[in-house]
């Protein structure tokens, strides 16, 4: 069974950084793209950034742009999600999400990132 795993969230003061993981593992199928999507309390989850794969054909949210960066590593079927210069607004739980090439997603079961002083 297909299982992404995430790690690296915490607490963090506003214009910290912080590094997500998403362990991609038991996949056995051609993929898509990645993804790392963010709920915040009482809003809906939305799309922060995403990769291709194979092509690396990066997008980013409006307000991550230039502040996040998304990248992968095949070698260790992992995912990265840079975050610099966090801001309050940035609190919220992370989820990695993986889309395979026939569309069908898989979810991790998210992280939390706090951003406050």
């Known amino acids: 069974q297909v299982q992404l795993v995430e790690s690296g969230g915490g607490w963090v003061q506003p214009g910290g950084s912080l590094r997500l993981s998403c362990e991609v593992q038991?996949?056995?199928?051609?993929?898509?793209?990645y993804s790392w999507y963010r709920q915040a309390p009482g809003k809906e989850r939305e799309l922060v950034a995403s990769i291709t794969t194979p092509g690396g054909v990066t997008t980013y949210e409006d307000s991550v742009a230039g502040r996040f960066a998304i990248s992968r590593d095949d070698a260790k079927d992992t995912v990265y999600l840079q975050m610099n210069t966090l801001k309050r607004e940035d609190t919220a739980v992370y989820y990695c999400?993986?889309?395979?090439?026939?569309?069908?997603?898989?979810w991790g079961q998210g992280t939390q990132v706090v951003v406050s002083s």
């Open positions: 999400k993986l889309t395979s090439i026939t569309s069908r997603s898989y």
């Open positions: 038991r996949v056995a199928f051609s993929r898509s793209a």
